[in-house]
């Protein structure tokens, strides 16, 4: 028997809002998509789920994640920290990214899913980063997250940063992975690879062979601070964009996250050979990267999704600076309409990760639904209601979620967990992780 999710407003996507409009969910698909009272009448058997108070949306996507990164949570930083440079070799890579292991990996990719779907997060698209935990590491994520019940595309960050045997090992952890699960319902792969700064020309020849050999596509970090830049004209006279180009590198699909510092030009490339990008906002503040030129990125044309980099994982603060930092850095309140960015956080997101059948509510596509049941002091229209979901909306107003069909949340609650057992575990990670830097 199917399900009827009646609602007080539909959002279709972002310019299309129906008012006591709801749908049906047969299988793990979107059957249809009516009045109430027309579904009502036409499947009179269906279990009823009655929101009538509240907003139906498509889940929200997240285009870029670090699963693990909440182990790094209110870790200390050391003081002598000056640049994105120094953060990396001096921090990250030996104190985070080094001491990972596979127990760490799969508690905090189990309890970093389930905080996603509870701030109305359906799908993910991941990027591991621990260089000492392969082979292996991409699997004792999956495992963790097969009951969880969120989408998720997961990748290892494979780079020469270590040496080029261990980057090669992370390819092959790409492919074997991809071929694993390239028939699972919720979970898949990809070929990832970390920056112009620690993969050479040879070994990014090795990644797009992977890709091609798969099908997958790639994901990396790009320009993310000015040190890539800086360093890639250093070494290539060549800004990174264009020495991808050279390589034919954008001839594979691609992801790339971050794009802080793209010049024009290198826009022009990505839109040229319609490269998806990831934005992530609240992270690029972190380590003082800067302001992604998201704006300039929609005008060309390129589609930008948006993800939380697994440092701020409640969607609705990453929407609201995607809402927010672009008006104040560009002294405009009227580019990033909330109506844009909620584009980026459902259908955009859906198409950077090749998603096709989520992002939107209509027939056929897959049932990745939330509702959300605003607590609002002023009133709630179709013309102030994608403004009101992202600048006042929270996790707490997210009342159901659904992933092809199967509830994760109800009436509020995570339906197989509770977050107070998930951070339990976490914690205990991160005191082997911190301990270890005593």
């Known amino acids: 028997m199917g399900k009827l999710v009646l609602g007080k407003f539909l959002l279709a996507d972002n310019a299309v809002v129906m008012e006591n409009y709801g749908l049906a969910i047969e299988g793990d698909l979107i059957s249809e998509v009516n009045s109430n009272e027309f579904l009502l009448e036409k499947y009179p058997d269906f279990e009823v789920l009655d929101c009538r108070d509240q907003i139906i949306s498509p889940g929200f996507i997240n285009a870029h994640m670090h699963l693990y990164g ?3 949570h209110g870790i200390s930083v050391p003081a002598d920290i000056e640049d994105f440079k120094n953060f990396l070799e001096d921090f990250w890579w030996p104190k985070v990214e080094d001491r990972l292991d596979h127990k760490m990996i799969a508690v905090t990719a189990r309890a970093m899913a389930y905080e996603l779907i509870n701030s109305g997060v359906t799908a993910l698209c991941d990027i591991l980063e621990a260089p000492m935990a392969i082979p292996g590491a991409l699997e004792a994520e999956a495992e963790a997250l097969k009951d969880v019940g969120i989408k998720a595309i997961l990748s290892f960050e494979a780079s020469e940063r270590v040496n080029t045997d261990n980057g090669l090992l992370a390819i092959e952890e790409n492919k074997s992975f991809y071929n694993k699960y390239k028939d699972h319902p919720l979970i898949s792969g990809m070929i990832c690879i970390h920056t112009t700064f620690t993969c050479s020309k040879e070994f990014i020849r090795k990644a797009m062979d992977a890709s091609r050999e798969t099908g997958t596509g790639i994901q990396m970090h790009l320009s993310e601070s000015k040190y890539e830049q800086e360093l ?5 006279n060549m800004l990174p964009v264009e020495l991808y180009d050279e390589l034919d590198f954008f001839e594979e699909p691609i992801l790339a996250a971050q794009g802080v510092k793209l010049t024009e030009g290198e826009m022009d490339t990505l839109f ?9 906002p609240l992270s690029n503040c972190e380590v003082g990267g800067g302001i992604a030129p998201v704006p300039e ?5 390129l589609k930008v999704g948006l993800g939380t980099d697994g440092y701020i994982n409640n969607f609705f603060e990453v929407m609201r600076g995607a809402f927010l930092l672009h008006k104040a850095n560009l002294e405009n309140p009227e580019i990033m309409p909330a109506e844009t960015v909620f584009n980026m956080a459902t259908s955009h997101g859906a198409s950077a990760m090749r998603m096709e059948q989520a992002g939107k509510l209509e027939v056929g596509s897959f049932a990745d639904i939330i509702t959300i049941k605003p607590e609002l002091p002023t009133p709630l229209n179709k013309e102030n209601i994608f403004t009101q979901l992202v600048l006042y909306c929270n996790p707490e107003n997210v009342m159901n979620v659904f992933v092809n069909g199967r509830q994760l949340k109800a009436n509020g609650s995570l339906v197989d967990t509770n977050m ?17 830097d005593k």
């Open 70 to 72: 909440v182990l790094s």
């Open 420 to 436: 107070k057992d998930e951070y339990k575990a976490v914690k205990v990670q991160a005191a082997r992780l911190w301990e270890d």
């Open 272 to 280: 040229k050979h319609g490269v998806n990008m990831a934005h992530l």
């Open 297 to 301: 990125m929609l005008e060309k044309g």
């Open 232 to 236: 890639c004209q250093k070494n290539y």
